[in-house]
């Protein structure tokens, strides 16, 4: 049983930044996409990012491009997501994710474990 642990959220101004990291433990990730997603309050959650199992493949919603950087380190087991030039409107709780195939997907469907979600807040 894969499990999947959140964190580096926190309470950031508008234009700070943030580093999410996602570790997994119960089995590998290297051989599955990887993805983050958020959720705002009485929102859906949706898409953020997403990531091939090599890394050498991307995906980002429009809003996260040009600001937001997946990446993994497989040899730690670990994904992470760089959150620069933060807006009020990132405020959400965000997850990260572990695909059930190798390629990369935005649809929720794709992904069969999630994290618990960390918390970011971004002050106006």
């Known amino acids: 049983q894969v499990q999947l642990v959140e964190s580096g959220g926190g309470l950031v101004q508008a234009g700070g930044s943030l580093r999410l990291s996602c570790a997994a433990s119960?089995?590998?990730?290297?051989?599955?996409?990887m993805g983050w997603f958020r959720q705002a309050p009485a929102k859906e959650r949706e898409f953020v990012a997403a990531?091939?199992?090599?890394?050498?493949?991307?995906d980002y919603t429009d809003s996260a491009k040009g600001r937001f950087t997946i990446s993994r380190d497989n040899a730690k087991n670990t994904v992470y997501l760089q959150m620069n030039s933060l807006k009020p409107e990132d405020t959400a709780v965000y997850y990260c994710?572990?695909?059930?195939?190798?390629?990369?997907?935005?649809?929720?469907?794709?992904?069969?474990?999630w994290g618990q979600g960390t918390q970011v807040t971004v002050s106006s």
């Open positions: 994710a572990k695909g059930a195939y190798s390629g990369i997907y935005r649809s929720k469907s794709r992904y069969n474990y």
């Open positions: 119960g089995g590998t990730l290297s051989r599955f996409a």
């Open positions: 990531i091939s199992m090599s890394g050498g493949s991307t």
